[in-house]
């Protein structure tokens, strides 16, 4: 796992709610590091402010829709926005990431008069660049930003202000904006600048993290992989499994629910066959998030395999023969289920969740020997099992206080 392309899947991740716009992170942190280096900052501070770039907003998952957040910034009404700033500069924080990076997202709406980081000041203007290039019904009308931000010099760092008059007379810096091109534009800056290894604090905060992005995807789904997970770790317990790895797994296995409409999720009506493909595609883009990311080979491969059955009837990949994480995923990811409510039907008893395994089982869907097992668990203590982890992250985007 690498720091700064894990960073820049979080932003894709982040990017998927509708408080949030797609690409803007990515754009601001590919903006914020041109500044930088026109401003002939060093290599490791062009890092800070990419870094700082690509999560600015990743606060931003229950908050205003992205118009909002656009009228605001357009109106120079700044100090609404501060709440989803802290949120993130918590978040980098947990990420135990550089404190200049924290410091940048925690200003990065604050205008000049009133931001005594350069980097602070630097997002600032870029976020500024990056809402103006938006807002253009014409992406190759770019011409006017510059003329048109002009306007506003009183709020921005002299110096970022002068680099970005320089950069912006140079028609490649806009092409790298562009949608199709700017995930070729992150891999050369990121090939530009190194990325480091994560260390262990890193990649389990980015566990933790993706746990709580695709248990917020709807109200029914809160707490549901922390449930997953600690059903998993008391099946584990029976079985010769990697705890850490299928705890990981457990709560990371749903990463791909943020690429499923909320409506798809919350809704109560009998879903068309189109639908219920939409839904089936959150283990495809799990599979996809996680080997991005680069988490271990065992763990990509047991959350993913988190709906296929050994009947090979289940979904994406139609296999039916998988180790025993991956049965084991496959188990507490439908108890778990069944343990909550659902929009369209309330929680299962220990009693109906039984006969469903059972069913199950008959059916030659769950591996007999685990499903046999998971009947004797009390799901009422596995629901009480806390996580202060998890219960941290949770208050980080609770409120920025």
């Not at 979080?10 to 041109?34: C, D, K, P, W, Y």
């Not at 028609?171 to 800056?189: R, V, Y």
């Not at 979904?315 to 439908?334: E, H, M, R, W």
Request: charged content about 25%; glycine content about 2%; hydrophobic content about 40%.
């Amino acid at each position: 796992m690498k720091i700064i392309n894990t960073l820049n899947i979080l932003s894709e991740i982040s990017s998927t709610f509708s408080g949030n716009n797609m690409l803007h992170q990515q754009r601001v942190a590919v903006i914020a590091f041109s500044l930088a280096k026109e401003l002939k900052l060093s290599k490791p501070e062009q890092s800070i402010l990419f870094q700082a770039g690509l999560i600015h907003d990743i606060g931003i998952l229950h908050e205003f829709d992205a118009e909002e957040n656009l009228r605001m910034i357009m109106e120079n009404k700044f100090w609404p926005l501060h709440q989803h700033a802290a949120v993130s500069a918590k978040i980098s924080r947990v990420l135990n990431l550089d404190n200049r990076v924290t410091e940048a997202v925690e200003l990065h709406h604050y205008a000049k008069k009133h931001n005594p980081s350069l980097y602070g000041r630097i997002l600032f203007l870029s976020d500024s660049i990056e809402v103006s290039y938006r807002s253009l019904s014409n992406k190759y009308a770019f011409n006017v930003i510059f003329d048109f931000l002009k306007q506003k010099a009183k709020f921005f760092d002299e110096k970022a202000f002068s680099a970005f008059k320089n950069i912006s007379e140079k028609e490649h810096f806009w092409f790298s904006l562009a949608d199709d091109t700017l995930s070729f534009t992150i891999e050369n800056i990121i090939d530009e600048l190194g990325d480091e290894d994560a260390d262990a604090r890193f990649s389990k905060a980015v566990s933790y993290l993706i746990a709580h992005i695709s248990d917020s995807r709807s109200s029914y789904l809160h707490g549901y992989s922390l449930l997953n997970k600690n059903l998993a770790a008391a099946l584990a317990y029976k079985f010769d499994v990697d705890m850490e790895k299928i705890k990981t797994a457990a709560l990371i296995a749903h990463a791909g629910n943020v690429m499923v409409p909320t409506e798809l999720v919350d809704s109560m009506h009998t879903l068309e066959v189109m639908e219920k493909n939409i839904i089936k595609s959150h283990t495809y883009y799990t599979n996809i998030f996680l080997k991005r990311i680069g988490f271990d080979n065992d763990i990509v491969r047991w959350a993913s395999y988190h709906h296929e059955n050994i009947s090979g009837t289940g979904y994406p990949f139609k296999i039916s023969n998988f180790d025993t994480g991956a049965k084991i995923l496959q188990i507490s990811t439908i108890v778990a289920a069944l343990l909550q409510d659902r929009a369209y039907r309330k929680k299962y008893d220990k009693n109906s969740i039984v006969k469903i395994i059972e069913e199950l089982t008959d059916n030659k869907i769950v591996d007999k020997s685990i499903a046999c097992y998971a009947k004797t668990i009390n799901f009422n203590n596995i629901i009480d099992v806390k996580d202060e982890y998890y219960s941290a992250i949770e208050s980080k985007f609770s409120s920025p206080a």
